[in-house]
């Protein structure tokens, strides 16, 4: 199985790329992980609800043509609406995606979210939190997911949940 992250937005700070790249790092002997940075939309200082429509909708386009490169990737969106998980049910659900030889599109999307083409076009919808989170801080908060259910499958120690 290989795991891609498209992800809106090309420039973050050092310490989310810092944060990001430490269980990167640690998650490759289990799990083949890349991110893909993908351009976001050039928005205006005030953009209108019409504005943000549009930029959702570029953004969804190039997020869709990545997918669409291969076919038996499947496509997981964040999105706030999208179904929470706890790490166990994220271990199984990655386990089960294994077990069937699916590869899985990721995507993160832009500051003003994903447009309707892609969430119609989602596998599956998933909810890091409620909670509102900062664009780049939801890169290191799902790598770090992503690794401790691995580790969870790999009979790793590093999560000391229930």
């Known amino acids: 199985m290989k795991l891609r992250i498209l992800s809106i937005g090309t420039k973050m700070p ?3 790329d810092t944060g990001f790249n430490e269980y990167h790092k640690r998650i490759q002997p289990m799990l083949s992980t890349d991110i893909l940075d993908l351009p976001a939309a050039k928005r205006a200082k005030s953009p209108s609800d019409a504005n943000l429509a549009q930029y959702r909708d570029s953004e969804g386009k190039i997020l869709l043509a990545m997918h669409q490169n291969n076919p038996r990737e499947k496509l997981w969106v964040l999105d706030v ?3 929470m998980m706890s790490t166990e049910q994220l271990a ?3 386990s089960e995606a294994m077990q069937v030889g699916d590869d899985v ?3 993160i999307g832009g500051p003003d979210g994903v447009s309707p083409e892609v969430l119609a076009s989602a596998d599956f919808k998933w909810s890091l939190s409620p909670l509102t989170l900062p664009h780049p801080l939801v890169r290191v ?3 770090e997911q992503l690794y ?4 969870i499958n790999n009979n790793h120690p590093y999560h000391r949940g229930n």
């Open 14 to 16: 050092k310490w989310i």
């Open 81 to 83: 609406k999208g179904k």
């Open 92 to 94: 199984d659900k990655l």
């Open 105 to 107: 599109a990721l995507v």
């Open 141 to 143: 908060v799902l790598m």
């Open 148 to 151: 401790r259910a691995m580790s």
